[in-house]
């Protein structure tokens, strides 16, 4: 798992600094854990200062302030607009990373040609492509397997970002950047072994330019999946191996997209929101082969989960 997932902790210093994960990251996932700012993702497909927000809809942004770029062992920040919402004196942040396939490459599975990093190892691949405002047009993943979570975000305009893929279910989507329950939608309406295929909607198949972050599950390493909650003092949902990572979501009925990592082991960040970290003290647990639901916190009533789990390193 070291080779393909890091899970880090930083201080802000409003001024240039370097943050090691122990491998070239492909795809970072950033969140100031102490404050109330803006998550950032950013990624190599689309450049070392091309930044997106999975709390909120809007466009990529192409500027440094605080982000600078990736490099062989990590990435690099500077104090640029105060350090942005990555590198802001005075504030901790978590930074999830992850290694896709490094230089990306023209892939033309689908029917639309897409630009790809793709990591088989770890079923995890960076997507970016061009809608052509087609229905059913397909999109090659540069993976062999049919992806479990496919998350896509419109570039051009601010659009939601549409969650599918089958832990989800065929022509069903949730928007990570919201509470709501899934819907029955043509945005991402299926997956095959090495595409999936869209609607014809704006949200991931206009004529814009869009991001998908592809992932399949991984024996031993990672897993999506689902559940259905039983309303019991504890559940235990095995994946077959300790997590280290943990986004799940309810999809029968609203709830925030929470994110657990065992790094910061009773804290919790939610993917859809801006707040800083909050103590939970009934959050999920990491066990030798999967994780623990505590009291009706993610396992009340009959309610169906999905998740994904990144094993630890």
Known sequence: PSNHFNTSIYNGSGASQSITTGFAPDFTWIKSISNGTWHCVADTVRGNLSRIFPNDAYQQVTNNNGFLSFDSNGFNLDGQG????????GRTYVAWNWKAGGTPAINTNGS???IVSANQAAGFSVVKYTGNNTNNATVGTGLTVACDLVIVKDLTSSNYWCVGGSTVGNGENLYLND???KLTRDRVK???SNTFTLGNHGETNSTNNF???CFTSISGYSKAGSYTSDNQTTKNISVGFRPSFLLLKRTNAAQNWGIVDDKRPTYELYANTSGAE??????PT??????????TRYNGGTDTYIYLAIKEN
Do not use: K, R
């Open 82 to 89: 105060g350090g942005g919402d990555v590198n802001t004196s």
């Open 286 to 295: 990491f066990n030798s082969d999967g994780f623990t639901l505590h009291n």
């Open 211 to 213: 991001i998908a972050y």
């Open 190 to 192: 299926s997956v095959q």
């Open 179 to 181: 509470t709501g329950a």
């Open 112 to 114: 639309i040609t897409s």
């Open 278 to 283: 909050a103590f939970e003290s009934s959050i």
